[in-house]
């Protein structure tokens, strides 16, 4: 049936979405480049992580 509503109203076939990572997500919609330098182009690396703090499940209830 889909396949004749398509036909009927010209529409192009149907392409599965991709799947996209955080990353290309916010350079496509916002300009933004993860991981390189706005100012000077560098690529940056990570140096240092710290754990973030985790609400206990009492917390959450």
Same mark, same amino acid.
């Given at each position: 049936? %889909?396949?004749? %509503?398509? @036909?009927?109203?010209? %529409?192009? !076939?149907? @392409?599965?979405? @991709? &799947? *996209? *990572?955080?990353? !290309?997500? *916010? !350079? *496509? #919609?916002? /300009?933004? $480049?993860? /991981? #390189?330098?706005?100012?000077? /182009? /560098? $690529?940056?690396? %990570?140096? !240092?992580? $710290?754990? &973030?703090? &985790?609400?206990?499940? $009492?917390?959450?209830?």
């Amino acid at each position: 049936m %889909l396949e004749k %509503l398509n @036909q009927h109203f010209e %529409l192009p !076939e149907y @392409q599965k979405p @991709q &799947r *996209l *990572l955080v990353a !290309e997500i *916010l !350079e *496509l #919609v916002y /300009g933004v $480049k993860v /991981g #390189v330098c706005k100012h000077c /182009g /560098g $690529k940056m690396h %990570l140096i !240092e992580s $710290k754990a &973030r703090p &985790r609400a206990s499940p $009492k917390a959450a209830a």
